[in-house]
């Protein structure tokens, strides 16, 4: 089995991890002398290359996201006001424990609440963002100008809440997502019922993205079929997938320590592909 948990790159990130289990900030890099990446960027880096709540690094750095959740410590990032700075936190805090374990009582709670949010804004066969707004004061209790609501089409409220709606309220939100215009926020600014007309690109990558994240949705992968297609269409004569070398944002790719053959690029592409299809069903 190919496993990329001892590549330099995760040796790099993890020499970097601090004592108390982080990076140093969580979400915003604002001095880069101190800390060349964030705690987040850290664990999505960490998680491509295979790492899970079994390793020390991640169980470490989740004891020490748990304590930021539950008040005993704080992240040291700048306190934002775009969005209500407490409900953002928690969300993000939350999203991040739960990508690598359900076990947690606290971020458990937190995923429950926006999930009791979204499904607010689904009563009817339509997404209606009156109801959202109230859900999202009554139920996560906003603060007066607490700043912009978050709109849950993004990474966190997407990742946070995948195993949290029944079969109906599921299908209603996860149709919503996939035929959204400016599709999901952090991820993929495009329509996502749409494949890139490009596989080798950093488009198709991102899109790529959008789609594992997805993919954790079980109860609707069947909705993403044509996506199957899509990928299918793109192997080439020898039963593998090349993105080619702009696909290398130092995130996604590369997972070997090196691409300077280009029979190591396309064995790296092939496993995403691979893992991914495997998520889908197929």
């Known amino acids: 089995m190919v496993s990329f948990k001892n590549s330099k790159w995760a040796n790099q990130i993890i020499d970097l991890q601090k004592d108390d289990g982080s990076w140093g900030y969580f979400h915003t890099l604002s001095e880069q002398k101190k800390s060349p990446l964030t705690t987040e960027q850290a664990l999505r880096r960490l998680s491509i290359l295979g790492y899970t709540f079994d390793d020390k690094p991640i169980q470490k750095a989740i004891s020490y996201l748990s304590d930021c959740l539950t008040g005993k410590c704080q992240i040291p990032d700048r306190r934002e006001k775009l969005h209500d700075w407490d409900i953002f936190t928690s969300l993000m805090l939350s999203a991040w424990i739960r990508r690598f374990t359900n076990d947690n009582p606290t971020a458990n709670k937190t995923a429950e609440k926006w999930a009791s949010v979204i499904s607010s804004a689904f009563v009817g066969n339509e997404y209606n963002h009156d109801k959202y707004v109230s859900a999202y004061h009554d139920i996560l209790g906003m603060k007066p100008n607490g700043g912009r609501l978050i709109d849950f089409v993004n990474f966190y409220p997407i990742s946070l809440t995948s195993d949290m709606y029944s079969k109906e309220n599921e299908r209603k939100i996860f149709d919503y997502i996939l035929n959204k215009n400016d599709g999901i926020y952090y991820i993929y600014n495009e329509i996502l019922s749409v494949s890139p007309?490009?596989?080798?690109?950093?488009?198709?990558?991102?899109?790529?993205?959008?789609i594992e994240l997805l993919s954790a949705?079980?109860?609707?992968?069947?909705k993403l079929d044509f996506v199957r297609t899509w990928i299918m269409s793109h192997q080439n004569e020898n039963?593998?997938?090349?993105?080619?070398?702009?696909?290398?944002?130092?995130?996604y790719f590369p997972l070997s320590d090196s691409?300077?053959?280009?029979?190591?690029?396309?064995?790296?592409?092939?496993?995403?592909?691979?893992s991914l299809l495997q998520k889908l069903g197929s």
């Open 197 to 210: 007309l490009e596989f080798n690109s950093k488009k198709a990558s991102r899109y790529i993205s959008a």
């Open 217 to 222: 949705y079980k109860k609707s992968l069947c």
């Open 239 to 251: 039963g593998k997938w090349d993105m080619g070398g702009s696909v290398n944002d130092k995130l």
């Open 259 to 274: 691409w300077r053959c280009r029979e190591t690029r396309e064995n790296d592409c092939t496993y995403r592909i691979n």
